[in-house]
């Protein structure tokens, strides 16, 4: 059964700062299978990335993706106020999908 | 603009199955190439996916729910349910409905959440 871990599980930062997100894998996942989302309090998730690195409809440029078989990273090159929140990482596989635990980045 | 809408009890007694209904609307349910999803997220913690079905009614579970989850689908109402069976405190959670794109292999819209809680 596919195991996704995502560290650290709190990231505190301040809004400028560049934020990096790990993403790994129990076992080797096809760069096609994984997708990122973010969860805003008291919000349903929302796709940011998929394909390990294809930016969804109306994702800013600051988000971006990369990585391959069991380490994905999820990179914001510079934090603007509405980006802390909660991120999870999701692969499929086997017809299944699978979340991580999530990564919370909260503002220093 | 597809749009999804959880609808259903938000209270539920143990050991009672709990019904949730997702309605689809600004697409046909019956487009080929998406997985009709339900996930789930206890109060504070992560998501947690339950299952899919796709408009032909081929269903996938994740294994540690497999014994008591069912998801239907009904084309002609645009709608998909879930029916969790046996339920205990551990399954209070807000309940998503989703859409798998196939193609893209992303959970492409979602519904804003229905909170369930089980509780006498």
């Known amino acids: 059964e596919m195991v996704l871990t995502q560290s650290p599980g709190t990231l505190s930062l301040s809004p400028g700062e560049r934020a990096s997100l790990s993403c790994r894998a129990s076992q080797s996942v096809a760069s096609k299978f994984l997708a990122w989302y973010q969860q805003r309090p008291g919000q349903a998730p929302r796709l940011l990335l998929y394909g390990a690195s294809n930016r969804a409809t109306g994702i800013p440029e600051r988000f971006s993706g990369s990585g391959s078989g069991t380490d994905f990273t999820l990179t914001i090159s510079r934090l603007a106020p509405e980006d802390f929140a909660v991120y999870y990482c999701?692969?499929?596989?086997?017809?299944?999908?699978?979340f991580g635990g999530g990564t919370k980045v909260e503002m220093k | 603009q597809v749009q999804l809408q959880e609808s259903g009890p938000g209270l539920v007694k143990p050991l009672q199955t709990l019904s949730l209904t997702c309605s689809v609307s600004?697409?046909?349910?019956?487009?080929?190439?998406?997985?009709w999803s339900w996930i789930r997220q206890p109060p504070g913690k992560g998501l947690e996916w339950i299952g899919y079905i796709d408009s032909l009614g081929s269903a996938y579970y994740t294994p540690s729910l497999r014994s008591r989850v069912i998801i239907s689908i009904d084309t002609s109402k645009d709608h998909f349910s879930l029916n969790l069976t046996s339920v205990t405190a551990a399954d209070t959670a807000v309940y998503y409905c989703a859409r798998y794109d196939f193609w893209n292999l992303r959970l492409d819209y979602w519904g804003q959440g229905s909170l369930v809680t089980v509780s006498s």
């Open positions: 600004g697409d046909s349910i019956n487009s080929g190439g998406y997985y």
């Open positions: 999701q692969q499929y596989g086997s017809s299944l999908l699978t």
